[in-house]
């Protein structure tokens, strides 16, 4: 029992404490460099947090592919059910029928978008 505790948090708390101390460390040296900064009297200038634009075909890109995976992954068990398939070869019916429907949402989000503007393309024609 203890061995199984003691691996748990070596497999979790190690990494999570490692990261916090290279986070720390990190922040220590930041706050470190601008504290040099100013006694030497040069004001440090801020830090400009810039907010990323969002792709807003992510989210039509997850549903596309979600359906597909959602699709392919009833079909695979209709087929491995209701054909005369040895059970041994039911899981790669199944496996086959999930990566074929994937392709077809993959394949139908780019088919979709491609005839989509950018959103940088709409800004430079805003900005024209």
């Keep these: 029992m203890l061995v199984a505790v003691i691996a748990i ?10 990261g916090m ?16 900064l100013i006694n030497q009297g040069i004001i440090p200038p801020e ?5 990323a634009t969002p792709n807003q075909f992510v989210s039509l890109r997850n549903g596309i592919v979600l359906v ?8 695979g068990f209709l087929c491995s059910e209701k054909m005369a398939i040895p ?26 978008t491609r005839k989509m503007p950018d959103a940088q393309q709409k800004e430079e024609v805003k900005q024209e």
């Design 9 to 18: 948090i070596c497999v979790v708390g190690l990494p999570i404490g490692f």
């Design 21 to 36: 101390y290279l986070g720390l460390t990190a922040i220590r040296a930041e706050h470190k460099e601008r504290m040099n």
């Design 47 to 51: 830090k400009i947090k810039r907010k």
């Design 68 to 75: 597909a995976l959602g699709i392919g992954i009833i079909l």
């Design 87 to 112: 059970q041994y070869n039911k899981f790669w019916i199944i496996a086959a029928s999930i990566v074929f429907f994937l392709g077809l949402g993959y394949l139908s989000y780019f088919l979709i």
